[in-house]
């Protein structure tokens, strides 16, 4: 079975969730026109390292909400690189993997971290 994976490497704009996602958005429809099958985002391309500006975390999942209905809108899988989450005034680092009918498929929250 033949898999086509769409990657993406842009240049983030630092603590703009909002336009990362814009331009994400872009992305995975592009990707999506192309018949990709899968497309894939870098690391914590949403706000780039949040060190000391804890309130870009993800508390509330509307970045990975975002993901879900992208995924299921252009019937194509995502893997939105990984999400910083506050959970009970932790930081995680985490990744998903979600199907072109917008469920996650997959959760992992990174072991090593950076320094705090």
Same mark, same amino acid.
């Given at each position: ?32 026109? %192309? ?46 690189? %990984? ?6 005034? %932790? ?8 199907? %072109? ?16």
């Amino acid at each position: 079975m033949k898999v086509k994976i769409a990657v993406v490497q842009f240049e983030i704009k630092q603590f703009s969730p909002k336009e990362n996602l814009e331009r994400a958005g872009m992305f995975v429809k592009d990707a999506a026109y %192309s018949k990709a099958d899968i497309i894939v985002f870098p690391e914590d391309f949403l706000t780039g390292p949040i060190i000391g500006k804890r309130e870009y975390a993800d508390r509330d999942n509307e970045y990975l909400r975002f993901f879900q209905r992208a995924a299921k809108k252009n019937r194509i899988d995502i893997v939105p690189g %990984s999400i910083i989450e506050e959970e009970n005034g %932790s930081l995680y680092n985490v990744a998903y993997y979600i199907s %072109s009918n917008g469920k996650v498929k997959a959760k992992y929250r990174k072991i090593n971290l950076w320094l705090p």
